[in-house]
Nanobody, 126 residues
Framework: QVQLQESGPGLVKPSQTLSLTCTVS??????????WTWIRQPPGKGLEWMGA???????YYSPSLKSRTSISRDTSKNQFTLHLTSVTPEDTAVYYCARDSTGVLGARPLDEYDYWGQGTQVTVSS
């Protein structure tokens, strides 16, 4: 059973960089067939696909967030990380990491992913 767990600060000040880590157990993030994905859901809004890193290390970003987003991984720790720069209150959301085997790069309901974490609330506020 694959499990994903998000971790990071729950509160970030405007203009700072948000960094979240997803720790994966029960499967390797270096496996060729999967897209390790970041998704978020702002309050009162739908899911937003942010980006993904594949088992081979290819990285894909949402065009709307590409200028502020970077995704990296540490295969020795079986973790992948999201960095979002210059945050504003509009970046307040529940952030999820997920495993995807379809390669569809865009928002989908969480239950269409193979596995997903419980989500972590991030609030951007001074």
């Amino acid at each position: 059973q694959v499990q994903l767990q998000e971790s990071g600060p729950g509160l970030v000040k405007p203009s700072q960089t948000l960094s979240l880590t997803c720790t994966v157990s029960g499967g390797s993030i270096a496996s060729d067939y999967y897209y390790w994905t970041w998704i978020r859901q702002p309050p009162g809004k739908g899911l937003e696909w942010m980006g993904a890193i594949t088992g081979s290390g290819s990285i894909y970003y949402s065009p709307s967030l590409k200028s502020r987003t970077s995704i990296s991984r540490d295969t020795s720790k079986n973790q992948f990380t999201l960095h979002l720069t210059s945050v504003t209150p509009e970046d307040t959301a529940v952030y999820y990491c997920a495993r995807d085997s379809t390669g569809v790069l865009g928002a989908r309901p969480l239950d269409e992913y193979d596995y997903w974490g419980q989500g972590t609330q991030v609030t951007v506020s001074s």
